[in-house]
């Protein structure tokens, strides 16, 4: 079956670093891929999303991008502040398919 | 503003008592999901519903039962035969307007569910 597997928290990094979060997939079709920001005590948002390969998808200065070839959609940024600490799942929805699975989530902590 | 809304944020519930969480969206979307969030274990599907007097059992619907009898609103019942249910619950719906908007989800804030 389907599945998103990502790289376990929780992640600490100082203010202006550079942040990777590591994403793979597997699936069965040509699914989109999403990656989700939740802020304490919220609800999911949508941060970015790739519909096919070689997509780049990038919102906020967070950037990823669809590689097919690793089955990969990993998260990027240059430069992080303290405002993007968050939990951050990557996702992934098949075409045929209303539904999204979802990694476990990454917590990610940025220190003055 | 269009969006998701779900009530109450905090819900405190004695064990063997049924309790409903609400989920409204004025999105005009089709679809409608309720997630169960658990720490470490991410997002599980408990129902969804793509269309109005219609829904399908997600991963871990046992001890839950859902409603569609308006678009705008998919409530949640979470039973006595649910075992743990102290968790966070997430409301979402999507719209299947075109391949660019088709399976994003829009979430609601949550609702955090004690059982004492």
């Known amino acids: 079956g389907n599945s998103v597997t990502q790289m376990e928290g929780p992640v600490t990094l100082s203010e202006e670093a550079f942040l990777t979060i590591n994403c793979t997939y597997t699936?069965?079709?040509?699914?989109?891929l999403f990656w989700y920001v939740q802020y304490p005590g919220e609800g999911l948002q949508l941060l970015l999303k790739a519909t096919k390969a070689d997509d780049k998808g990038s919102n906020k200065g967070f950037e990823a991008t669809y590689r097919k070839e690793t089955t990969s959609f990993h998260l990027e940024k240059g430069s992080v502040q303290v405002s993007d600490s968050a939990v951050y799942f990557c996702?992934?929805?098949?075409?045929?398919?209303?539904?999204?699975?979802f990694g476990k989530g990454t917590r990610l902590h940025i220190l003055p | 503003d269009g969006g998701i809304t779900q009530s109450p944020k905090y819900l405190f519930r004695k064990e063997g008592q049924n309790v409903t969480l609400s989920c409204e969206q004025n999105l005009n979307h089709d679809a409608m999901y309720w997630y169960r969030q658990d720490p470490g274990q991410g997002l599980r599907l408990i129902y969804y519903?793509?269309?109005?007097?219609?829904?399908q059992k997600g991963d871990i619907a046992e001890g839950y039962s859902v409603s569609r009898e308006k678009k705008e609103s998919f409530p949640l019942t979470v039973t006595s035969a649910q075992k743990n249910p102290t968790a966070f619950y997430l409301c979402?719906?999507?719209?299947?307007?075109?391949?660019?908007?088709?399976?994003?989800?829009?979430f609601g804030p949550g609702t955090r569910l004690t059982v004492l």
């Open positions: 699936a069965t079709g040509y699914p989109s």
């Open positions: 996702a992934l929805s098949e075409d045929r398919d209303d539904k999204i699975i």
């Open positions: 979402a719906s999507s719209s299947f307007g075109g391949d660019l908007l088709r399976n994003e989800q829009f």
């Open positions: 519903s793509q269309i109005v007097n219609d829904f």
